[in-house]
């Protein structure tokens, strides 16, 4: 069983950055596709980014475009989100989701199998 820990998060000012990193354990993820989603209090849990399992594609949303980079480590069965520019309404828990199948849809929330217990980044303005 894959398990997920999430780390990172934190409070920063608009216009700040932070890394999160999730490590898995349990079993090699070096072949799964992986994912940053995150939920705002009152809306629900939105895809930000994710990389396919060598990490040469990657796939953002549009809201974090050009701000936001995921990337791994698969010798460190890790995956990190670096958050620059950071926005109010980029305030939000951040979850990160694996799945053993290559061919799921990355956007989808519902595809993933394994999830960690979410960090909480929070932008002030």
């Known amino acids: 069983q894959v398990q997920l820990v999430e780390s990172g998060g934190g409070l920063v000012q608009a216009g700040g950055s932070l890394r999160l990193s999730c490590a898995a354990s349990?079993?090699?993820?070096?072949?799964?596709?992986m994912a940053w989603f995150r939920q705002a209090p009152g809306k629900e849990r939105e895809f930000v980014a994710a990389?396919?399992?060598?990490?040469?594609?990657?796939y953002y949303a549009d809201s974090v475009k050009g701000r936001f980079t995921i990337s791994r480590d698969n010798a460190k069965n890790t995956m990190y989100l670096q958050m620059n520019s950071l926005k109010a309404e980029d305030t939000a828990d951040y979850y990160c989701?694996?799945?053993?199948?290559?061919?799921?849809?990355?956007?989808?929330?519902?595809?993933?199998?394994?999830w960690g217990q979410g960090t909480q980044v929070t932008v002030s303005s």
């Open positions: 349990g079993r090699a993820i070096s072949t799964y596709p």
């Open positions: 990389i396919n399992w060598s990490g040469r594609n990657t």
């Open positions: 989701a694996a799945d053993p199948e290559y061919s799921i849809n990355l956007y989808r929330p519902d595809e993933y199998d394994h």
